[in-house]
């Protein structure tokens, strides 16, 4: 079988017999690829001119229920790659990660649309005021990139590897051309076939090299963005390339890395917390055979408990079942190939000139269900490295795969300053009952980790897992693990876009981001606001209602309805060395006040009033002073209907601005309401 590419929105075989992969189990050839004959630059253009505009016209709700419909879809197909998965080596654990825990990404991009407005745009964070009068503001807003996102992937997870970067680059509205390891594209293929049967996806948004794409950031340009995922040496030579530099092309690197676990000096044999690092330990060195970035590869213990440590454990791995994953029984596969196989031994070579091999030196072990000749097997191996300053190998090479070091500490500050010899790490756990315990080692090796996991029994049976990056947090680590973040919820999303700062008048920038600013135009409608639809209400639209004359008997019964009897509000006698001159209103009641000003009772479109933000109290409210209200469309949200029987509806952010006889503010709010559509009407 000879493998496709897929460019320029069709199905193309490379010129040649292409390079022969291989199934890690048996060792027989299946398949062949090759990129030859491909014109990377053609493919390029192709994304920027077909895909890119498809997918900016797009909101990001719209972006996501494409995300949604396309999970839905991979989801019902799943089984079929299964099979394909096994040639790769991994059991049918191994393989749930990577192709339900892909789709499981792009469900989860899907549910983030609601997190964004209804736009192609986003705004971020609060406008800055410019000027003493108020007329010149800025405010931050966001836009999908004009290029193509490049994903160069590694070869160990071929299906989660392509989705959770795809699916943040097509909610952020841009498209991609992922490159796969060619040793497992067979794995991507297949699913990237079934991506382009379904028609969900805009011609243009995804592009498939399986074979080399050597030259291919020739022809970056300034607004391309580019991900690696691989070793370190690789991507420090990618993220080199003279045009990523020239062209100030945003490079996103996670590189493999000496991830650790650390066992607290509270987790002593006989706790479930010793038990539970045992378990983590043995599962992260043979998930995958080892061969994830994530993989525990530094196992930090306290002096005293390394021989229990090294026993335990090598009790568990000696329960390891290895061999053909389609056996029942076989809980760790092989290496993706017989190369892996060679270059990990090497490394193990390495590490081992000073430290010594205590479990899987003989290479003796069993394989079930297949050749151990032809398949590209190997046991566990795991070293103990007692003198972990003077012999540093430990912290600078990494064996990519069922292979991890044993290293004592004298106390927590050794263990902080072990963890972050491995200069710069994708995950870092901690095992621990000990709350303090875990604040210093998080305080003090956060700075070199991306991620670190604080596990204890409390929290075991939720827990994720050391090895598992969610989509709503990022995934990366500074230093070595290459100093980038995938995913990371809405933080991901926005490493795809350019954030640009828009200057000018409230009215203007209102205008632009479709959010009323402070300082705006308001207009006035004879309609109050609450009689009409969501779609009939315009941002700026703005009702000024009737005013109140605070009284001391509207502060002492709001007092005896509430129970709040605060001093400040009841009792005059108690105000000397305070802020206030005389009895002051309770805020809640100069709110509550408002509500009464601005809302018009009768049944109508508007269903409910679900929530305040932004509230502050910015004057205090005496009795005598009289107060009123200007209600203004802050900022209309979309919402979808969760099943056809219900309500049509949007969310209204209303600003409330209450202001007294002299026209200053004395407290502001934002309201969110429900409204009704108009088809609800009919």
């Known amino acids: 079988m000879k493998l496709k590419n897929y460019a320029l ?12 992969l291989y199934n890690a189990i048996t060792g027989e050839t299946v398949a062949t690829a090759t990129s030859s004959g491909l014109d990377f630059a053609e493919m390029m253009t192709y994304g920027r001119e077909v895909g890119n505009p498809a997918l900016r016209k797009m909101t990001f709700h719209e972006r996501g229920r494409m995300l949604k419909k396309l999970a839905l879809y991979l989801h019902k197909r799943r089984e079929q790659f299964y099979p394909i998965s096994y040639w790769t080596g991994a059991t049918k654990a191994d393989s749930w990660v990577d192709i339900d825990g892909g789709i499981g990404t792009l469900f989860a991009y899907a549910s983030l649309r609601k997190k964004f407005p209804n736009e192609s745009y986003y705004v971020d964070g609060e406008m800055a005021n410019l000027s003493k009068g108020g007329t010149f503001i800025g405010q931050h807003i966001m836009v999908p990139k004009r290029g193509v996102a490049v994903h160069i992937n590694a070869f160990n997870f071929p299906v989660w590897g392509m989705l959770e970067k795809v699916a943040v680059n097509l909610l952020a509205g841009v498209p991609a051309i992922v490159k796969p390891a060619t040793i497992t594209s067979f794995l991507t293929e297949a699913v990237v076939r079934e991506i382009i049967k379904s028609k969900i996806l805009p011609k243009g948004a995804i592009q498939l090299i399986c074979g080399s794409a050597r030259g291919i950031l020739d022809h970056v340009e300034s607004q391309d963005i580019v991900t690696f995922t691989g070793s370190a040496s690789t991507g420090q030579m990618l993220k080199a390339h003279p045009k990523v530099i020239s062209e100030a092309v945003p490079f996103n690197m996670e590189a493999d890395s000496l991830n650790c676990a650390v066992l607290g000096p509270d987790a002593v044999p006989g706790t479930a917390e010793f038990d539970l690092f045992i378990k983590e330990v043995r599962r992260e060195m043979v998930t995958k055979c080892g061969q994830k970035c994530t993989a525990i590869r530094r196992i930090i213990v306290p002096k005293k408990m390394v021989d229990d440590v090294q026993a335990a454990l090598s009790k568990q791995l000696s329960g390891t079942v290895i061999g053909d994953p389609q056996v029942k029984g076989v809980r760790m596969g092989a290496l993706a190939g017989k190369v892996q196989v060679q270059e990990v031994k090497e490394r193990i070579a390495e590490i081992s000139k000073n430290a010594e091999i205590v479990y899987g030196k003989s290479g003796r072990f069993k394989v079930t269900g297949a050749n151990k000749k032809d398949g590209a097997f190997m046991s566990p191996t795991l070293m103990v490295q007692s003198k972990p300053r003077k012999y540093k190998e430990v912290h600078e090479v990494e064996a990519f795969g069922p292979v991890s070091t044993i290293i004592p500490y004298k106390n927590i500050e050794d263990a902080i300053d072990l963890a972050n010899m491995g200069m710069g790490s994708l995950v870092s756990t901690i095992v621990t009952a000990n709350e303090k315990t875990a604040r210093d080692y998080v305080l003090g090796s956060a700075t070199h980790h991306g991620r670190i996991q604080v596990l204890n029994e409390a929290c075991a049976k939720e827990s994720t897992g050391h090895g598992s990056p969610m989509p709503l947090l990022v995934h990366g680590g500074p230093g070595r693990a290459g100093g980038g973040e995938e995913m990371g919820g809405m933080r991901g999303v926005k490493h795809y876009m350019q954030r640009t700062a828009v200057q000018g008048h409230p009215t203007m920038v209102t205008a632009v981001t479709n959010i009323f600013q402070i300082g705006a135009r308001q207009t006035e409608k004879p309609v109050h606001v609450f009689r009409k639809h969501f779609e009939e209400l315009e941002v700026g639209e703005t009702v000024v209602t009737a005013k109140h004359t605070v009284t001391e008997s509207d502060i002492t019964n709001f007092a005896n309805v509430s129970g709040d009897n605060f001093y400040a509000h009841v009792d005059a006698t108690s105000l000397e060395g305070t802020i206030f001159e005389g009895r002051v209103a309770h805020g809640y009641f100069v709110l509550s006040k408002a509500a009464g000003l601005f809302v018009d009772a009768k049944k109508g479109p508007v269903l409910l009033n679900y929530g305040i933000d932004e509230c502050r109290f910015t004057k205090p409210v005496y009795p005598g002073m009289t107060i ?35 026209g200053e503010t004395v407290a502001i709010a934002t309201i969110l309401t429900m409204v009704k559509k108009l088809d609800q009407e009919n």
């Open 628 to 662: 009123g209200v200007r209600l203004t469309v802050k900022e209309k949200i979309d919402q979808e209907k969760r099943e056809p029987e219900d309500i049509a509806k949007g969310i209204v952010r209303f600003l409330v601005d209450v202001y007294d006889e002299t």
């Open 9 to 20: 929105g069709k199905w193309v075989a490379g010129k040649g017999e292409g390079a022969p």
